[in-house]
């Protein structure tokens, strides 16, 4: 800061009430002034002699001789030396005398040198402000009260994209994204530590209005980048959690842990040390490991023999006491290769052997029962879906069961959806074959040479596309094969069938040598096998062999007992699965009761599923289950309309040739179409075989 004494014109003499005017025009010339004070006798300030007080009094009367004192002005005020110009810049005058604090004048200054050397101060400081304004670290935003930008230093350019150029004395939203610069001066309120961020850049920023009288005026944004101060804390924040991990680790690890430094005192250890060797472990901490071995806790001291050896070292103390140890000595090493750190594991052998006793005893005891629970788990799986409360299905399972215990072949007879397949899982799971493979297989749903392979394998590959493979009877070696609809199979894949039966051997399809199988055949027809046979469909010989134990397994309507507790059980089943809650009405139970069932336990699984999933109310009505049940019989599709008289035969045959195709292109194959047109698979053949002659 500039004081007066800085800038006046320092004096080594003043006039005196005896000078004339001619002297002190000299004087003034000579120290290069615009004026002078004048004392008196006794050296006290008079006022000063200028050069306009000289021309205020004209020169017609003027000569050299007359008194300085004629000349005197008091429009004038005393300055101090220790005066700062800011505070004297704006007094009235055009010059002043300057007194030193002994009240002596030591100088003049005039009020045009006041305010060029302040003005020559706020420039340079002006200078100083923008030198310190554009080398701050930190990014610098300032904007008026209006939102025009004032300020942006160099630092700040980056984080808002733009420059100095481009952004002084533009809107602040019209160059850069807000900051909320504006709501600081709508508001008025500071806001301190608000962060964004630019890119991968993060920022802090303090926004601070502007004021002047109490009034704002702007506001300025200072933003630090801690980009790099973020990634600092990060890695401070994950070092202390990977110290506060190994601190867990070494604390909840099971074996002892010493940790000495190079003289053998030990730094840290874990409650394992106490437990495995009956001591309080704390104590241990900031003692010399050599006191331990003094009072024979441990035998011999490690810490010696890792320095001696200056290598790894293992120890066996205790062998025959309770706590048989073995003891390893690690040396830790710095830069120069000195040992600074040993860290000693302390394991008890002896929880080791009796863990691996135990180990052992619970393996024979997991063996011993795991094949009894994964029994229990199929059996109990498989019942859920043969509920029942009627005897004469009671005595099915229960003949079922008795069976299971034997190897000889089973033929289930019953309706389709009756649940053989159920009934013939069951007899898998509770024989000795249960761990064993279970194999299923539809003898009706592949042509006869795609079953041929299933059955008994390929040996020779007959092309590239058909490579050779095993057949479930090789596949299901020590288990069971389970043969649907066993009826629709060719007379001479029985044939092959038989020889297994009789022989337990297999042929496999192109294979040189004979195999020799393990397995059980259970087999289903929806037809009693007797009635095929009769017929000339199925092998007599095969039939004998193969019905040792026939059970006929009841439709669902010839065991009305039955069919409420399946109802509640697949409604149940419905409701976990697709997360609702649905209950059926009495009537609509009555219903269910009243039904023929002719798909048995599938169609009831259907039926229920379907009728969970469309009811719009949690109580599904009498009303839908009508019109789920009945809707066949109620289908428009089922009615034949025609247009106009043409002759019977002709009708026939077009409505035929009508329902194989469409039966064709709903099921895919002759079997599935035969299925559901009623028919024999030959008279759909035939059908297709004269439709194309025809279209020829």
């Known amino acids: ?39 008196n006798d006794q050296g006290r300030l008079l006022g000063m002699v200028t050069k306009e007080q000289i021309f205020e009094k004209g020169l017609e009367q003027f000569s ?3 008194k300085a004192v004629d000349y005197l002005t008091t429009r004038f005020l005393p300055l101090k030396e220790d005066a700062l110009i800011e505070e004297v810049r704006d007094l009235p005058f055009d010059i002043y005398p300057v007194l030193n604090n002994q009240e002596e004048i030591t100088g003049v200054v005039t009020k045009y040198s006041l305010i060029q050397s302040y003005l020559q101060q706020a420039e340079l400081r002006s200078q100083e402000l923008e030198a310190v304004f554009d080398s701050a670290h930190n990014g ?20 808002t994209r733009s420059t100095k150029e481009k952004a002084v004395g533009h809107f602040l939203n019209d160059i850069i994204i807000p900051t909320g610069l504006l709501e600081v001066v709508r508001s008025g309120i500071p806001e301190f530590g608000a962060k964004f961020k630019v890119g991968r850049r993060l920022y802090i920023s303090n926004r601070t209005p502007i004021l002047k009288d109490g009034e704002v005026v702007g506001a300025v944004g200072v933003f630090q980048d801690v980009s790099e101060i973020e990634k600092v804390l990060q890695e401070l924040r994950s070092v202390k959690q990977l110290n506060e991990e190994l601190q867990t680790i070494i604390a909840s690890s099971y074996d002892g842990l010493i940790i000495c430094d190079g003289q053998g005192e030990i730094l840290r250890c874990n409650p394992a040390v106490g437990r495995i060797l009956d001591v309080t472990w704390t104590e241990l ?58 860290v000693i594991n302390i394991r008890d052998m002896s929880e080791l052997v009796f863990l691996r006793e135990a180990l052992e005893e619970s393996k024979q005891l997991s063996e011993k029962y795991q094949s009894q629970i994964a029994e229990m788990r199929n059996h109990q799986e498989i019942g859920a879906e043969l509920r029942s ?8 399972m229960d003949l079922a069961i008795r069976v299971s215990q034997v190897d000889s072949p089973v033929v289930l007879i019953g309706e389709q959806g009756v649940g053989k397949e159920e009934i013939a899982r069951l007899i898998h799971v509770r024989s000795k074959r249960g761990q064993a493979p279970f194999y299923k297989l539809n003898c009706g749903s592949l042509p006869n040479q795609l079953l041929e392979i299933e059955l008994f394998g390929q040996g020779i590959p007959l092309d590239i596309a058909h490579r050779g493979k095993k057949g479930i009877f090789e596949l299901a070696e020590k288990g069971t094969v389970y043969l649907e609809d066993i009826g ?10 038989l020889r297994i039966l009789q022989d337990k051997i297999l042929q496999v399809s192109g294979g040189k040598e004979p195999i020799s199988v393990d397995i059980r055949i259970i087999a289903s027809s929806s037809r009693p096998l007797k009635e095929l046979v009769e017929k000339g469909l199925f092998h007599k010989d095969l039939f004998f062999s193969l019905n040792v134990v026939p059970i006929k397994v009841p439709a669902l309507r010839e065991r009305k007992e039955d069919l409420i507790p399946l109802v509640l059980f697949h409604l149940e089943q419905n409701n976990k699965r697709h997360g609702l809650d649905k209950v059926f009405s009495p009537e609509a139970v009555q219903l269910f009761l009243n039904y023929s069932w002719l798909g048995n336990v599938r169609e009831l699984a259907n039926v229920i599923e379907r009728l969970v999933v469309t009811s719009n109310d949690k109580f599904i009505s009498a009303r839908e289950v009508d019109l789920v049940l009945y809707e066949k019989e109620q289908s428009p599709l089922r009615s034949v309309t025609v247009a106009g008289l043409i002759p019977l035969k002709e009708a026939i045959d077009d409505l035929e040739q009508q329902l194989v195709t469409l ?10 179409a035969a299925e559901a047109l009623g028919v024999n698979q030959s ?12 279209q020829d």
């Not at 904007?143 to 300020?151: A, E, L, M, P, V």
């Not at 409360?389 to 099915?396: A, G, Q, R, Y």
């Not at 053949?685 to 025809?694: A, D, G």
């Open 1 to 39: 800061m500039l004081r007066v004494g800085q800038v006046m014109s320092r004096l080594s003499v003043c006039l005196h009430s005896y000078h004339t005017i001619g002297d002190a025009l000299t004087l003034i010339k000579e120290k290069k002034v615009t004026g002078l004070p004048i004392l």
């Open 64 to 66: 050299a001789e007359n």
């Open 140 to 159: 610098i935003l300032a904007i008026n009260k209006q939102g025009i930008i004032t300020s942006l230093n160099p630092a700040a350019e980056r984080p």
């Open 285 to 342: 901490v900031g003692r010399p490991f050599k006191d331990f071995v003094d009072k024979g806790i441990f035998q011999k001291n490690i810490v010696h023999l890792v320095k001696k050896q200056d290598a790894l070292v293992s120890l066996l103390e205790r062998p025959l006491a309770k706590h048989s140890l073995v003891i390893t000595g690690n040396p830790v090493y710095s830069e120069e290769g000195e040992i600074v750190k040993i």
């Open 389 to 396: 409360c009627s005897v004469i299905m009671n005595n099915v």
């Open 488 to 497: 629709k199979m060719s007379l001479s894949l029985q044939q092959r069938l």
């Open 663 to 672: 039966a064709m292109k709903q099921h895919g194959t002759t079997i599935k």
């Open 683 to 694: 008279t759909v053949v035939r059908k297709l075989k004269r439709l194309k002659n025809n």
